[in-house]
């Protein structure tokens, strides 16, 4: 799923060969006209415009955005011929996606050789350009040899023509891996090399050959002296395929600044989003003397004390959590002002509380429904699709970012706001409050089922979650985690890495579990289902499946098994709750089914049902265990949290019966219902005082 879709795709045809674009209209509170247009086309043709995934979202906040694929990949042709990828070329087709898209001038962006490109647009059409970012530019190469025969190829020996047709593949790993040197570039790496199956080794040889990329300074010089557009040069120290020298070079040549990451390679727009995309929106207003100017401002001694709280919506129990924390807090601070950051469905729980949603909130891209585009038949890769979930990161951060430059905040309380810690943690200036991270789980854990890739991949993550913790162990200023200490897993972050639980408890506060609720009386239960029309002589067994909609095949699953469930427990009752992200009306309706959708007061049914059926979500599991009835949990496949994480802290509970998905057969299921529903439980109890705790702790900040 994509953090933002365009409003326009199409072609333009120039001389034959389809030229694929995309146009962003602005999303923000500006009108047509007013903003600058920004141009991005791709580079070379290993890639196309989805390299500019992590901008396009902010940018088309806030400008126009076209976004090009330029010939040899993409939405475009792929034209044979060495003088089909001519500079002059690609300069006449960016020519006509502006002319097609009723485009004067634009502030065009460039990447690598993209840069190049961007440049002589600028220096051969001075009229359409208002001004250039040139990133990591690569406008000139040494001489590697091009068309000599070589038993082998080494290094930059590899742009030959011989090399790329005979071992494609080959040239490209290389070519990648020198581009995303930076370490934890694993998955700019592979999108990069999945970006580059939409070309092939020919293609690459005409365009080295049709490309006239100059060899020499002079060259390189006498082009681009010619431009006379503002021009901003960004370049990392580290660059492995174009050295910072060369943008030096570019800026001192074109009369442009610079800007130098130490430290940073060649992919900056993939490695430093933060970074680049608060470049360009800084270089497009300059340019266009459209520099934003504070709308209002309070003295510090007049402002109000406030709080913002981001929690994450991948279900509804962190908003749980984080409600009966505020409650607590604002018993502490009564002057407290707390707004959200919120999206669906944790809006739902939130109005239905009558809380102060913050206006950003609308521009926030959905991660449950990024989290839901990526799960099969109860089955959610979690980690793989926090993995790809990275340009909604990056769009998401830039809202807060935008919130918090804007307005003061007193404290940031992010509950699992993945984005918001990460990015804090590359972009630690931009803290400009206190800011508590809470979590209820620590450490990405390989699936059996990822091999040795996965388990890899999760061991690089949490080496640099380890990493950025080490580095900046002040930029939490509360890092709480909801439970206690052994509800922590034992294992290792990685091969070489720290034990998780030892960790945790090295870095973390632990104020115990917070369920958001008094545990409801055995007492009040029969008041509850006299209420909620649950005769005495029915035996009730309740079935949700979380905040979003990845737990209909789970519903539907169970539903099925209902007849006979009957047959084993004639007074069965069997009510399914399908939250907020499931129509009522995709559960198949059968005798003796109670289908309801979102309702607010879950944990009062949860506590006066007889059987409780979820997946594995930790809030239901435990609100289940606080309320002390039965439950089977089926955890969804390939979800290392419910997979591992909670069933370690409901064993330490002794609560619930685990259920593999692929065993609930009709019959299965229904003996296990059998089995379960009303039996007396001896669980350990949940201490319902961890919101106090956690607000006490919260409140120090304030």
């Known amino acids: 799923m994509r953090a933002r879709y365009p409003d326009v795709e199409d072609v333009v045809v120039r001389e034959g060969v389809r030229i694929g674009y995309e146009v962003y209209e602005p999303a923000g509170p500006l009108t047509r006209g007013d903003e600058p247009t920004i141009l991005l086309p791709s580079p070379m043709p290993l890639a196309h415009s989805r390299q500019w995934k992590a901008q396009i979202p902010i940018l088309a906040r806030h400008f126009r955005v076209i976004a090009v694929d330029m010939r040899g990949n993409g939405r475009s042709d792929r034209p044979v011929g060495p003088a089909a990828y001519g500079i002059e070329q690609e300069v006449a087709d960016l020519v006509a996606v502006l002319d097609a898209t009723g485009t004067g001038r634009v502030v065009t962006a460039g990447l690598s050789s993209g840069a190049r490109l961007a440049l002589e647009l600028a220096a051969v059409h001075p009229d359409r350009v208002a001004g250039v970012v040139a990133i990591a530019p690569t406008v000139m190469v040494p001489d590697p040899g091009f068309e000599v025969v070589r038993d082998r190829y080494d290094g930059f020996e590899r742009f030959n023509r011989h090399h790329v047709v005979a071992d494609f593949a080959g040239f490209v790993g290389w070519f990648f891996s020198m581009c995303h040197s930076d370490p934890h570039s694993t998955k700019p790496l592979e999108d990069a090399l999945s970006w580059s199956t939409g070309t092939t080794g020919q293609v690459l040889v005409d365009y080295f050959a049709g490309s006239q990329m100059p060899t020499a300074p002079d060259q390189a010089r006498a082009r681009y002296v010619a431009v006379r557009c503002p021009v901003l040069v960004v370049h990392g120290t580290e660059d492995r395929m174009a050295p910072h020298e060369l943008g030096a070079a570019v800026a001192e040549w074109t009369g442009g600044d610079l800007v130098t990451l130490h430290g940073s390679g ?269 005769r005495s002589d029915e035996r009730v067994c309740l079935v949700t499946a979380g905040g979003t909609g990845v737990g209909l095949p789970l519903l539907r699953r169970v539903a099925a098994a209902l007849p006979a469930a009957r047959r084993l427990v004639p007074e069965l009752r069997m009510v399914v709750v399908t939250g907020p992200r499931i129509d009522p009306e995709t559960v198949p309706p059968a005798p003796g089914l109670e289908v309801h959708g979102w309702v607010p007061d879950l944990y009062r049914r949860l506590a006066a049902c007889d059987l409780g059926i979820t997946h594995a979500g930790l809030t239901t599991t435990m609100e289940l265990t606080a309320n002390r009835r039965p439950f089977l949990y089926v955890p969804l496949r390939r979800h290392f949290e419910q997979c591992i994480h909670v069933p370690h802290r409901l064993d330490r509970y002794r609560a619930g019966r685990r259920m593999d998905f692929d065993e609930l057969t009709p019959e299965r299921l229904a003996a296990a219902i059998a089995a379960e529903i009303g039996r007396e439980v001896d669980y350990r109890p949940v201490d319902p005082g961890g919101a106090v705790r956690a607000a006490v702790r919260l409140a120090e900040l304030l």
């Open 266 to 534: 060649h992919m900056l727009t993939a490695r430093e989003p933060v970074r680049i995309n608060l470049l360009l929106c800084e270089f497009a207003r300059s340019v266009t003397g459209r520099a934003p100017t504070p709308p209002s401002w309070t003295p510090a001694r007049r402002r109000p004390r406030r709080a913002l709280f981001l929690c994450s919506p991948i279900g509804l129990g962190h908003a749980r959590r984080d409600l009966a924390i505020a409650d607590e807090l604002r018993k502490l601070h009564p002057d407290l002002e707390i707004s959200w950051l919120a999206q669906h469905p944790v809006t739902e729980l939130l109005a239905a509380r009558g809380e102060q949603v913050h206006p950003a909130s609308r521009w926030l891209a959905s991660e449950a429904g990024h989290i839901e585009s990526e799960s099969g038949e109860h089955d959610l890769p979690a980690f793989q699709a926090l993995r790809s979930m990275d340009e909604i990161m990056v769009a998401n951060f830039h809202v807060l970012a935008e919130v918090a430059g804007s307005e003061h905040h007193d404290l940031w309380v992010g509950d699992e706001a993945w984005e918001l810690d990460h990015f804090l943690h590359e972009n630690p200036e931009l803290k400009n409050t206190p800011y508590a991270w809470l979590t209820d789980f620590v450490g990405f854990l390989p699936m059996p089922g990822g091999g040795e890739a996965e388990a890899l991949l999760t061991a690089d993550y949490n080496a640099e979650m380890l990493e950025h913790v080490a580095r900046f162990p002040r930029l939490r200023d509360r890092a709480l985690f909801v439970g206690e200490p052994d509800d922590v897993v034992p294992e290792l972050f990685g091969p070489g890495l720290p034990a998780i639980r030892d960790w945790t408890r090295e870095h973390y506060e632990f104020p115990g579990y917070v369920t958001g609720f008094t545990p409801i009386d055995p007492a009040d239960r029969a008041g509850i289902r006299e209420e909620l029309g649950w």
